[in-house]
T-cell receptor, first 113, second 114 residues
């Protein structure tokens, strides 16, 4: 099994629908992150969580919310999806310092029509 | 504040030629610096990292990078490109305090010509 698992891998949804992307990890890491990738823009941080009770907004949090259900689970929700949220979404984890780098999931490709 | 600039969104080299991907960073404290590679339809894989110590760091697949504080740079190099190196490469920075998440550059797509 992968260290960081994202579900679903692909999703097409309609404008206005609520959708949840899920992430689970077996690394035992306290820190988890959600990024979105758009061509030419690299990865941009949506939300991050340093532990179950510590959740922080990233640079592009508008239109998104998160839930850290347990150390191993961190889900991202789009309350009312819009087409410009079409992107590749990555979940990642790290240890307390981040000095060993992040472990990334395989990504969720979301299309909002 | 922290930021990353990758010069050149696309780089094309011939097989066997030197690969040089440029990365400049900004950080208000000593940084942690990373290079990641993304192959088509895959996630990101760590190539190499600099945290402290030796400024020339070696990574997987023959890549290396040198941290130059005076130039605020962390350029990625490989002496001889291989067709399998074709991918997108991302430079990333975080402040070495561990209190901030990684900030990524916009990426450089490397094309290797036969």
């Amino acid at each position: 099994d992968a260290d960081v698992t994202q579900t679903p891998r692909n999703r097409i949804t309609k404008t206005g629908k609520r959708i949840m992307l899920e992430c689970s990890q077996t690394k035992g890491h306290d820190r988890m992150y959600w990024y979105r990738q758009d061509p030419g823009l690299g990865l941009r941080l949506i939300y991050y969580s340093f532990d179950v009770k510590d959740i922080n907004k990233g640079e592009i949090s508008d239109g998104y919310s998160v839930s850290r259900q347990a150390q191993a689970k961190f889900s991202l929700s789009l309350e009312s999806a819009i087409p410009n949220q079409t992107a590749l979404y990555f979940c990642a984890t790290s240890d307390l310092t981040g000095s060993h780098g992040y472990t990334f999931g395989s990504g969720t490709r979301l299309t909002v029509v | 504040a922290q930021s990353v600039t990758q010069l050149g969104s696309h780089v094309s080299v011939s097989e066997g030629a030197l690969v040089l991907l440029r990365c400049n960073y900004s950080s208000s404290v000593p940084p942690y610096l990373f290079w990641y590679v993304q192959y088509p339809n895959q996630g990101l894989q760590l190539l190499l990292k600099y945290t402290t110590g030796a400024t020339l760091v070696k990574g997987i697949n023959g890549f290396e990078a040198e941290f130059k504080k005076s130039e605020t740079s962390f350029h990625l190099t490989k002496p001889s490109a291989h067709m399998s190196d074709a991918a997108e490469y991302f430079c990333a920075v975080s402040e070495g305090t561990g209190r901030r998440a990684l900030t990524f550059g916009s990426g450089t797509r490397l094309q290797v010509q036969p």
